[in-house]
């Protein structure tokens, strides 16, 4: 049987060493990772079972906006480590993705039961998690680092643009409703901004389409809303 591998995701390199002997003593394999960006690509590439994830870490991506950014691409578990116990991280964290939280210090048996306990609620979710690139067509989209390429030549898109890019993607080859779209990219206050999807819209073909007068990839539903007619690479 394979050993659970489990990503330590700490900046504070004693804590790291700690976990690292206990878990690597109780049978389970260990990755570290020592910021969020280090975190999210080796989330990707490696495809641990488990993530165990520093609130405070330091740099641009803390412990919650990594656990946003795996939950793009991955359903894999994550128990976040908090010296902070306040009612509003913990609703911040459930909110981000975390699956558990384990509160510093802790003791050993207490890291392992939480194991334990997430590795097998998950074992029992159905849902398969997006892989880590998906390709269609022309474009591929890499969700760790949301680099997206066309015909093999990378495609700036700005936040919001690559955010609506990421919805449609979620439900390609279905139609998404506008509302939908406005809701996931701008927030339940801005459902009314037809305007501002038909720009962004318009924005993406440019950048994505081979001829963005006669769109092929991102067709429009006349008083409905937009769908991404996307085959995957893997049924070519």
């Excluded at 964290?93 to 939280?101: C, I, L, T, V």
């Excluded at 919001?160 to 409703?177: C, G, I, P, S």
């Excluded at 406005?182 to 501002?196: I, Y």
Aim: charged share 20%.
């Amino acid at each position: 049987m394979n050993k659970p591998r489990v990503l330590i995701v700490d900046d504070d390199p004693r804590l790291v060493r700690l976990v690292h002997e206990v878990l690597t003593a109780t049978g389970h394999a260990v990755l570290a990772a020592h910021s969020g960006e280090q975190a999210v690509q080796m989330a990707a590439l490696e495809q641990p079972n488990l993530v165990l994830l520093d609130i405070g870490l330091a740099g641009a991506l803390d412990g919650f906006a990594v656990a946003r950014r795996l939950r793009e691409f991955a359903d894999l578990p994550i128990i976040m480590l908090t010296a902070r116990v306040g009612q509003a991280d913990l609703l911040r964290g459930f909110e981000a993705g975390a699956d558990d939280y384990i509160t510093k210090p802790f003791s050993s048996p207490e890291l392992l039961a939480r194991i334990r306990a997430v590795l097998k609620r998950a074992a029992g979710r159905a849902a398969p998690a997006e892989p880590a690139v998906i390709a269609g067509g022309r474009v591929q989209i890499e969700l760790a680092s949301h680099r997206v390429s066309v015909a093999g030549r990378d495609v700036h898109l700005t936040p919001t643009e690559y955010n609506l890019l990421l919805e449609l993607v979620h439900h390609r080859n279905q139609v998404v409703l506008h509302e939908q779209l406005l809701t996931a990219v701008w927030g339940s206050a801005c459902h009314d901004e037809m305007d501002n999807l038909r720009a962004y819209i318009h924005s993406l073909r440019h950048k994505l389409e081979e001829d963005p007068a006669e769109p092929k990839l991102i067709v429009r539903c006349p008083g409905v809303g937009y769908m991404l007619a996307w085959q995957d690479a893997s049924a070519n």
